[in-house]
């Protein structure tokens, strides 16, 4: 038996990307009928859980690989300073939702400076140059940068106690750096959108979709609730978000659109240490990034952070990364051998040759003893011991892979939006820069699934986030667009 409705919008997925998609829809269009369809028994289960990421509001403060150096010596930031962007638009949309009642309160959000930690010659000079390169922007003035032991262990204890002090260190900080719950978050604003008539679906997964012939989406739903009747519905749509995260890659691929032709993905897994020892807690008020190994990949950036999750503080340190064959956590270990499609087996195989030190870089990591992890963790906090900490599992990445002329395939670590050309249907392919610039990345998506109504729009969203200017918001948006292949990942 099947039942069936039609809505002016799916999404699929209830993490922090659909999340903010419905709370920008319901406000520029409160007729519209909004449907969001999840999975799991929750919401914020995946990568937007909590504990699957690490919480930094990236905002460009402390991360390198937004900073690199030109061969000649100087650093770029100009991905620093649109990533900064980005994640104001972020905080002037959940400012808005404050300020209008919508989000009952800011605890989601803590304070929690951003710095930067380096150890030898090199990396000291070499964040020095960044530093000074930053502070000439107004938007990073107030970066503070020191090699003295003592301003470093005033602004972050545990970086230095029972550290060996003949090699040179130096960090940077910005006092305005946050910590965010984005699981609080995406429960808060899909709770909001709940409320102002969105209908929410848990343990409803999405099947398969495709296109009728007067352009709208049908989706077959499975209910998976042990209860349910019926247990099979459709669903009529007139535009559909796939923020299925891990999952988007073969919802895509189900859709049939030629937009999606040719993407695989390469699924990551990763580890983070915990601590909730109030002892240690009570010294450690940042997230410090440090530098990848050499030869490791950009998500491995370790960090030693502060979360605050359900008001309660702990520190997190990693992410070891690892490899798995599911794409999402609690997917199957059957997920990447299911999306192999003939259209990117070429690109696949291209990765998979031109990356085998990654993976062997991965499958080392996810075999490395407790010693191998605690010694990792001691190049931050040497005081450590393994009596205080614990090994969670973070949320599952799948990076995206694409066809390439040259190459055959590409591995990209940022995030790539995939829209059809009619604008009915959009997906999130990729794990960076993250929740932190879901904002940025939704405007992105109305401006290219939604442009007949800019004109309308952009007076609503300007009130919404000044930070958009008097330009058209496409305009204004230029400003992150910077092509996917040079995005670097962010959010270890
Ligand atoms: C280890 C790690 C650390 C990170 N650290 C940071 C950080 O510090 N800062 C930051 O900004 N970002 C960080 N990120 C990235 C951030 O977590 C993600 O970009 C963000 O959570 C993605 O949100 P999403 O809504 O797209 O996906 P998800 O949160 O994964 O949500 C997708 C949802 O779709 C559901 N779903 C899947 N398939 C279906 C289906 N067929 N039908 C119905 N539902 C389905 C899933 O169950 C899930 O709930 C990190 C990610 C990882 C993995």
Redesign the pocket.
Known sequence: MSSQQTVDVVL????????TLAAMLSTLEPTWKIEI????PA???????PW???????AALCELNYTPERPDGTIDISKAVAINEQFELSRELWSHLLTSGRLADDAFLSPAPHMTFVRGAADVDYLRRRAEALRAHPHFSHLEFSTDPEVIRSWAPLLVTERDLDEPIAATRAPEGTD?D?GAL?RALIGDVAARGATVRLE????SLRQRRDGTWRLR?RDRRWNASPRRRTIDARFVFI??????L??LQKSGISEAKGYGGFPIS?Q?LRTTNPEIVRQHQAKVYGKADVGSPP?SVPHLDTRVVDGEAALLF??YAGFSMKF?K?GSPLDLVRSIRPGNVVPLVAVGLQNLDLVKYLVSELAASPTRRLRTLRAFMPSAHPRDWELIT????VQVIKKDAKKGGVLEFG?ELVTSSDGTIAG?LG????????VATMLDLLDRCFPDRAATWAPRLREMMPALGGEDWDDALALHQWEAGDQVT???
């Open positions: 699929v997925g209830g993490g922090i990307m659909s999340a369809l999840e999975r799991r919401l914020a289960e995946e990568s937007s859980n699957n990421n690490a919480g930094t509001g990236h965010v984005f995406t409803h997964e999405v099947r739903v923020g299925a995260g891990g999952g988007a073969r919802l990763g983070f998500m990693g992410p999402l609690h973070a949320g599952q990445r995030t999130l794990a960076s820069p993250g929740a932190s610039t879901a962010a959010e270890p």
